[in-house]
């Protein structure tokens, strides 16, 4: 009876033995078979992500800051937020990578409150920003938006897409998020989500208006006090060409009547 057990236990050991040792084979075979063959680009080229971002960051980023600086925001800085292996090129017979960036500026934060209280402080940041926005449009459209790398990666080169969009442009400063919109319709300025500044380009007619007509209606912005304060301001801005300079300090919505009056008119007061 013992031996029977015993010969069983042997038996099941053996079979186990076997089992063990073709799953090994197999997946010997397997890797054999895969290291003749090419090897996947993805496995090649995918875990090299970190080292573009560090190398652009380092060879790229300080000359694209310098071009895209202004007076107003002399301090813009660029840092690779994401690089992500995106395909092979067999054409040029090399990787791609697209690159994420985030755009900063400390002083900006000097502009939040001018543009919080007025349009026409609102106007000025959003112009600021534009400034800025277009510059390193220019950059990028004059680079192709790609870069081609040599020694940094040895023989076999990068190539590089830069991700980024050429109607909008996001810049963090230390205390709020601003972001401008350029397009074709209308220009926006966005600050921590809310829309500050907002104005219908000429060529759209999305809001259809004459200098004479009060703008009873504006997007995305809550003005205080009653339209009819609104419309005063607004009339007296355009029609008259002046306004009540104590209810300007003091009515909220006469003042943005006004600046929007003046704004349509371009004129200073």
């Known amino acids: 009876m013992k031996e029977n057990h015993n010969k069983d236990n042997i038996l099941f050991y053996f079979v186990l033995f076997s089992f063990i040792v073709s799953i090994l084979l197999g997946l010997i075979i397997l890797i054999t078979d895969f290291m003749k063959g090419p090897i996947p680009n993805y496995l090649k080229y995918g875990f090299k992500t970190t080292e573009v971002a560090k190398i652009y960051q380092k060879e790229y980023v300080p000359e694209i800051q310098e071009y895209i600086q202004t007076s107003d925001l002399p301090d813009v800085t660029i840092k690779v937020d994401h690089c992500s292996y995106t395909e092979y090129n067999k054409a040029y017979g090399v990787p791609v990578y697209q690159l994420d960036f985030t755009y900063s500026s400390q002083a900006i934060d000097d502009y939040y409150d001018s543009a919080i209280k007025s349009k026409r402080g609102a106007k000025k940041l959003f112009n600021m920003m534009l400034e800025v926005h277009e510059k390193k449009n220019e950059y990028y459209e004059n680079r192709s938006k790609i870069y081609w790398f040599g020694e940094p990666f040895q023989s076999d080169g990068r190539r590089v897409s830069l991700q980024d969009d050429d109607f909008v442009m996001e810049l963090s400063g230390n205390k709020h ?63 008259d060409g002046d306004y009540d300079h104590d209810r300007y300090r003091t009515d909220p919505s006469y003042r943005q009547g006004v600046d929007d009056g003046f704004d349509e008119v371009d004129e200073d007061y």
């Open 177 to 239: 998020k601003y972001m401008i919109e350029n397009e074709t319709d209308v220009d926006r300025l966005t600050i921590d989500d809310k829309v500050v500044y907002e104005r219908n380009k000429p060529e759209s007619s999305y809001y259809n208006y004459t200098p004479s007509e009060p703008k009873n209606y504006y997007p995305n912005i809550e003005l205080p006090g009653s339209s009819n304060t609104y419309n005063d301001g607004y009339n007296s801005a355009v029609d």
